[in-house]
């Protein structure tokens, strides 16, 4: 049976934010509520699967929201440079999650066909929902599709055995969870399926949203994905970085062996 390493990688963090940002129909509005930005890279022996690319530094700049490390850079205490990436899994286009795909251009990139359908669709007329896209990510995917470095899938699929991914929606059209088999049992990248514990443990929506229904119903397929609640891993949320290990630098942390902290709710 492979088992995978999984590491929690930070490299940005947005703290002038409130609940309002977090929730929807949430009493406590106003009260702060900080984000932490991550990638996730899974390893077993010599095979490594980057999950998400995070952003650099001219976006952050573009969108005025800085990060602490080029996604690059925060790679390195783990021995991995971009060159050697293979493989990308992208949960999802919007630009903190898909920003720095031009980083790893040897990688393949694995995502929902659905996702990319909305991205370069008729949805994007909308600001709203174009707001967390930027068109120079969409392109670096039609550029590596024109390469034959793109994978797509409709609905579950298998990237590598022990990785497994799986289309939810809500807060993205082609939104997908990763499901890793672990040392701790069937651990599950939420990424933007639940930015925070609190999203699904109180079945709580996030307010950037393009199908509601979606939504609510993914925080179950997430349940039902892990062997438990406690190793579902929102993807934005801080507590990560208090209920799990740090791993070999300060910005990472080791998630496959399980939480050694209780959540607070």
């Given at each position: 049976?492979?088992?995978?390493?999984?590491?929690?990688?930070?490299?940005a963090d947005r703290n002038s934010r409130t609940r309002r940002d977090s929730f929807?129909?949430?009493?406590?509005h106003d009260a702060p509520h900080p984000m932490d930005y991550f990638i996730w890279v899974l390893r077993r022996e010599g095979e490594v699967i980057?999950?998400?690319t995070g952003y650099d530094h001219a976006e952050a700049a573009t969108r005025d929201r800085p990060i602490r490390q080029d996604p690059v850079a925060t790679l390195a205490p783990l021995g991995l440079r971009p060159e050697?990436?293979?493989?990308?899994?992208?949960t999802h286009l919007h630009y903190d999650h898909a920003g720095g795909l031009h980083l790893f251009p040897n990688a393949t990139l694995h995502m929902q066909a659905a996702e990319m359908a909305y991205a370069t669709g008729p949805c994007m007329c909308h600001?709203?929902?174009?707001?967390?896209?930027t068109a120079g990510h969409i392109c670096e995917v039609v550029k590596r599709l024109y390469s034959g470095q793109v994978v797509f899938y409709d609905g579950d699929g298998e990237v590598s055995d022990g990785v497994t991914v799986h289309r939810i929606g809500g807060h993205s059209r082609g939104?997908?969870?990763v499901r890793v088999r672990t040392d701790a049992g069937w651990l599950v990248l939420a990424?933007?399926?639940?930015?925070?514990?609190?999203?699904?443990?109180?079945?709580?929506?996030f307010p950037i949203v393009v199908d509601l229904q979606d939504m609510l119903e993914g925080f179950d397929r997430l349940e039902a994905l892990a062997s438990s609640c406690d190793l579902i891993v929102p993807g934005h949320d801080p507590l990560v970085t208090r209920l799990f290990p740090r791993s070999v630098a300060d910005h990472i942390w080791r998630l496959d062996h399980g939480p050694t902290g209780k959540l607070p709710f």
């Amino acid at each position: 049976m492979s088992l995978w390493e999984v590491h929690a990688v930070k490299y940005a963090d947005r703290n002038s934010r409130t609940r309002r940002d977090s929730f929807i129909f949430d009493d406590n509005h106003d009260a702060p509520h900080p984000m932490d930005y991550f990638i996730w890279v899974l390893r077993r022996e010599g095979e490594v699967i980057l999950v998400d690319t995070g952003y650099d530094h001219a976006e952050a700049a573009t969108r005025d929201r800085p990060i602490r490390q080029d996604p690059v850079a925060t790679l390195a205490p783990l021995g991995l440079r971009p060159e050697d990436i293979r493989h990308v899994i992208v949960t999802h286009l919007h630009y903190d999650h898909a920003g720095g795909l031009h980083l790893f251009p040897n990688a393949t990139l694995h995502m929902q066909a659905a996702e990319m359908a909305y991205a370069t669709g008729p949805c994007m007329c909308h600001d709203t929902l174009r707001m967390p896209f930027t068109a120079g990510h969409i392109c670096e995917v039609v550029k590596r599709l024109y390469s034959g470095q793109v994978v797509f899938y409709d609905g579950d699929g298998e990237v590598s055995d022990g990785v497994t991914v799986h289309r939810i929606g809500g807060h993205s059209r082609g939104l997908q969870a990763v499901r890793v088999r672990t040392d701790a049992g069937w651990l599950v990248l939420a990424s933007d399926a639940a930015h925070y514990y609190e999203n699904f443990l109180a079945r709580k929506p996030f307010p950037i949203v393009v199908d509601l229904q979606d939504m609510l119903e993914g925080f179950d397929r997430l349940e039902a994905l892990a062997s438990s609640c406690d190793l579902i891993v929102p993807g934005h949320d801080p507590l990560v970085t208090r209920l799990f290990p740090r791993s070999v630098a300060d910005h990472i942390w080791r998630l496959d062996h399980g939480p050694t902290g209780k959540l607070p709710f």
